[in-house]
C-alpha cells in the first residue's frame, strides 16, 4: 500500500539519493492528513530512521457510562459497517466508520483480532514532506509535500495474516523554482491520472499482519516493493544503477515512450509555469531547448508500521529502507520530447536527469487507508481521499 511506490514517486525528482523517507512515531491526533486527508504529519513519510508503530487510541473508554471516544472522529473496532451509496463504508467527519461493539480479546479466532476481518478493497493517501538542494544556477532548493495514492486488494490467509495486492493510483509532486540561468521560472511535474486508471501498471503483491497488542491492532506489512515502468531484478535489495537497458523499462502507460511519462504544467494554461530547460541556449539570446513530456522509471521500497482505528480504516507510518546507504526511493530520467515535438537527444535527456532535484523526506510520513467498495477504481481513491 505505501509509495507503492511512497512515495514511489518521483519523477523529474528523486534519484539515488532521493527521498530517503524516514518514518518514526507521530502523533496522529495533531495530524491533520489523518484527521482528514490534509496536510501531513509533523514530518512525513520520511525515510530515514526506522518507522516506529504510529499508536491511535482505538476504543471508547467505557460507552455504557457514557465515556467519549478516544478519537471522535472514528468508532471502536468493530464488524466493519454496510458499505455506504458511494460504495465506501458509512463515514463520519472523520472518513471513519462508525458504530460496532468494543474490541474484545476474549472474541472468536476467526472473526480476526479485534474481531476485524480486514480483507476487501481499500483506498490508500500517503503524505511526504521533503526538501531538496539546489542544483546550481539550474534550480533553488526547497520543500513541499509528496503525495501518492494507491488501491489494495487484501486478502485473508490466516488468523492473522494477508496476501495484499496494491496498485498506484496517483502521484502528486511540489513545484519547482528555476535559479539564475532558467530566470526564476517555475516548473510544474505532473503524473496524469489516466496512466494509473489503464490498470497497465503492474501492482506489488506481500504479506501483511494484523496483531491485538492491549486494546490496539496493529497492522505491519513489508517489505512492498513498487516499480512503475521498470522491471529490476532483486528490486528489494538492488542498489540503484545510473542507466537500464531497453528491456527494463517497458511502456506501461503504452503511450509509446519507455517507462511512464510524466508532463510538464503548459505555460498556455497557466503563465505562472514554463517548460523545464533540457540544455542551455544554443546561441546567446535564444531561448532554452524545452520539454512538455518526461519519460521515467521509478523504484521505491517501504515498511509499514500502523494501527487500525477501527475495521473499516488504518493509519500508519511508512519506513524507506536504505539500500547501500541510499533512501530505496528513486527515480531516473530515461527521455523526453521537447516542446518542438522532437525527441531529446540523449545528451539533452541526460541533462533533464542530472538537473532534476533531489528530494529527501523532512520527517515522518503519515498513511491513512479506508476500506471501499470491491467495484471501486483509481478515480474512487482520489474521490474518497482528496489532495
Not at 474484545?104 to 476487501?120: E, N, R, V
Not at 520539454?291 to 493509519?315: F, K, M, P
Not at 530505496?328 to 540523449?346: E, F, Q, R, W, Y
Request: include cysteine; charged fraction near 15%; charge should be negative.
Amino acid at each position: 500500500m505505501l509509495l507503492a511506490g511512497v512515495v514511489g514517486a518521483a519523477v523529474w525528482g528523486c534519484g539515488a539519493s532521493d527521498r530517503a523517507l524516514l518514518f518514526s512515531d507521530s502523533d496522529p491526533s495533531q495530524d491533520s492528513v489523518l484527521a482528514g486527508a490534509g496536510s501531513g504529519g509533523t514530518s512525513a513519510t520520511a525515510p530515514v530512521a526506522a518507522g516506529g508503530v504510529l499508536t491511535v487510541p482505538s476504543r471508547m473508554p467505557d460507552q455504557s457510562a457514557g465515556g467519549a471516544p478516544a478519537m471522535t472522529t472514528a468508532g471502536p473496532l468493530g464488524p466493519p459497517a454496510p458499505p455506504a451509496a458511494g460504495g465506501a463504508a458509512s463515514a463520519g467527519s472523520g472518513g471513519a466508520a462508525t458504530g460496532g461493539a468494543p474490541m474484545d480479546p476474549t472474541m472468536a479466532m476467526d472473526a480476526g483480532p479485534g474481531g476485524c476481518d480486514f480483507g476487501g478493497t481499500w483506498a490508500t493517501i500517503i503524505r511526504v514532506p521533503v526538501t531538496w538542494p539546489e542544483a546550481p544556477l539550474v534550480l533553488y532548493g526547497g520543500q513541499g509535500d509528496v503525495i501518492q495514492w494507491n488501491i489494495s486488494h487484501r486478502v485473508r490467509t490466516g488468523a492473522t495474516t494477508y496476501q495484499e495486492t496494491t496498485a498506484n493510483c496517483g502521484i502528486f509532486l511540489p513545484d519547482l523554482s528555476g535559479a539564475v540561468l532558467t530566470n526564476n521560472q517555475k516548473f510544474g511535474i505532473r503524473f496524469p491520472t489516466d496512466m494509473f486508471d489503464k490498470g497497465e501498471i503492474p501492482p506489488a503483491t506481500f504479506i501483511a499482519t494484523t496483531e491485538l497488542v492491549g486494546s490496539d491492532v496493529q497492522y505491519t506489512a513489508g517489505p512492498v516493493v513498487l516499480l512503475t515502468g521498470l522491471k529490476m531484478p532483486d528490486a528489494a535489495t538492488a542498489d540503484w544503477p545510473t542507466s537500464f537497458p531497453a528491456d527494463q523499462t517497458p511502456d506501461e502507460d503504452m503511450d509509446g515512450m519507455p517507462g511512464v511519462t510524466v508532463v510538464a504544467v503548459d505555460p498556455m494554461t497557466d503563465p505562472s509555469y514554463n517548460w523545464p530547460p533540457v540544455g542551455l541556449p544554443p546561441t546567446f539570446g535564444a531561448d532554452y531547448p524545452r520539454a512538455s513530456r518526461i519519460a521515467v522509471v521509478v523504484r521505491s521500497v517501504a515498511n509499514l508500521h500502523g494501527t487500525a482505528s477501527d475495521c473499516n480504516e488504518i493509519r500508519a507510518a511508512v519506513d524507506i529502507p536504505p539500500i547501500d546507504g541510499t533512501p530505496a526511493l528513486n527515480s531516473m530520467v530515461i527521455g523526453c520530447i521537447k516542446t518542438t515535438g522532437d525527441p531529446c537527444s540523449d545528451s539533452e535527456a541526460s541533462f533533464l536527469n542530472s538537473e532534476r532535484p533531489q528530494f529527501t523526506p523532512s520527517g515522518p510520513g503519515t498513511l491513512v487507508s479506508v476500506r471501499v467498495a470491491d467495484s471501486a477504481g483509481c478515480p474512487d481513491v482520489r474521490t474518497r481521499l482528496p489532495q
